[in-house]
């Protein structure tokens, strides 16, 4: 048994007993929990990692709870295999525990499994088959566990901050195959306004989605209105009286926050149910505003915001969460503009129509566009390994998604979605399947010799 193939092979049952270890650790991020930088479910995550990688030989660092990693080889120079333990809400509709970790047929179905914690697994057991099988490498290679990407990446910025190293080349296994050399600017924002409520109708609570970057498949209000009003009826709306007036539920399908036109948004579906009602004054201001300027569009058309260029495509527009009380009501925004324009293109034409609305801005964050030519050193590297292995020789491609290839430079998305593959990331029952999660393993692999056994 000499080849790293061979190696990776023997030793699956493992790999997926480390999968399922990280899986079960439910590590979604609450910012300060326990003392810590991003919650106590995501350091538990972290040291688990971390004492995995010990388990396999590996000399491991936590920097200060914020990001991980093992290391191994020699060299001045370091390649970068980067991947993240935080994982987003996982919301409703799951047909199994979100973290039990189920083996269900070929499949793994957990949150995480395949975003991204699966393909983090994969990294660790390709690098000791590499390491076992004696492969000569001229540059060190570096796993990075990172805590915090799926909700701004601060943890990058604090690794670079404090003297992280920067590699020579790498690779975030967070994307998908061939390879991403393209990524959106993305930008999240928060939005309020305040109101005072008249008329007969007034809004008591509004509540829907999990996070910004995920559309939203439920959305509720619970609303008051005269005695003796029969509620309309409409599609994939539930009207539930009770004795504060009515509680409003509608329902909607999720998707990631880069292709809300994959799903349907609860909560733009619910602002047009109530948009249809006699609310009046400044409660039927902000409602209007949602139902007609966002509801259910995904491009940001109505907002005047919409962009489009050849190389990624539409401008997408997510309304990820909604809130609000009988004083304020707030939404938070997740939207992505394509690779060949800038945030000034679209951000100040969102704003302006909110502003005037009589909306306040509370809170943004911004991750600029990544283009890197096709012909480049590192696209052309990790091509060749990704095409050697499978016989596929697509093009790269410009995605929605956001990935560490923004956080950290020389960095690019490889893997871990297969053209044609289900894509679960995000939504309920995510899952890999033990194949793609082999498959995954040896070409990580093979690009981290790619990469670091070059010059």
Request: net charge negative.
């Amino acid at each position: 048994m000499n080849t790293v193939s061979e190696r990776l092979e023997a030793m699956e049952l493992e790999l997926i007993g480390a999968l399922k270890r990280l899986v079960t650790i439910r590590s979604v991020e609450n910012t300060g929990e326990g003392g810590t930088p991003f919650g106590i479910g995501v350091q538990r995550c972290l040291e688990e990692a971390l004492q995995i990688g010990k388990e396999l030989g590996f000399e491991t660092v936590n920097m200060d709870d914020r990001v991980g990693w093992c290391e191994y080889g020699t060299g001045e120079e370091m390649i970068a295999v980067l991947g993240h333990l935080d994982v987003v809400p996982e919301a409703d509709g799951w047909e199994y525990p979100p973290y039990e970790a189920r083996t269900v047929g070929d499949r793994i179905v957990g949150r995480g499994t395949v975003d991204d914690k699966g393909p983090l697994a994969a990294s660790l057991f390709a690098l000791k088959a590499i390491r076992d099988a004696g492969i000569p490498l001229k540059r060190r290679i570096r796993i990075l566990f990172g805590t915090n990407e799926e909700t701004g990446s601060e943890d990058m910025e604090y690794y670079l901050a404090h003297g992280g190293e920067i590699p020579a080349a790498g690779f975030t296994p967070d994307g998908e195959y061939p390879l991403i050399n393209g990524e959106k600017g993305i930008i999240n924002e928060t939005y309020e306004r305040t109101m005072t409520q008249s008329g007969d109708f007034r809004l008591v609570r509004l509540e829907g989605g999990v996070a910004a970057n995920v559309t939203p498949d439920f959305a509720m209000a619970q609303i008051t209105g005269p005695k003796g009003y029969e509620l309309p009826k409409a599609e994939k709306i539930q009207v539930i009286k009770n004795e504060d007036g009515w509680r409003v539920e509608a329902r909607g399908v999720s998707a990631h926050g880069s292709h809300p036109e994959e799903g349907e948004n609860a909560i733009g579906r619910l602002a047009i149910y109530l948009n249809g009602l006699p609310f009046e004054g400044e409660a039927a201001q902000a409602l209007k505003f949602l139902a007609e300027k966002i509801g259910m569009d995904c491009f940001g058309t109505n907002l005047g915001a919409y962009l489009k260029d050849e190389i990624s495509g539409n401008m997408t527009f997510n309304m990820g969460v909604l809130y609000g009380d009988d004083t304020k009501v707030g939404v938070k925004l997740n939207y992505r503009y394509p690779v060949t324009f800038e945030a000034k293109d679209c951000q100040p034409k969102v704003q302006q129509a909110f502003e005037e609305a009589g909306w306040v801005r509370t809170e943004q964050w911004h991750k600029e566009k990544l283009y890197v030519p096709e012909d480049s050193s590192l696209v052309q590297s990790l091509l060749k390994v990704y095409r050697e292995a499978t016989g596929d020789m697509s093009a790269p491609k410009s995605i929605g998604g956001g990935t560490y290839a923004k956080a950290i430079p020389n960095i690019l998305a490889f893997g871990p979605i297969f053209p044609g593959d289900e894509v679960t990331e995000h939504c309920p029952n995510e899952y890999i399947t033990v194949s793609r999660l082999m498959e995954n393993a040896k070409i990580i692999a093979g690009a981290m010799i790619e990469l670091a056994g070059k010059n």
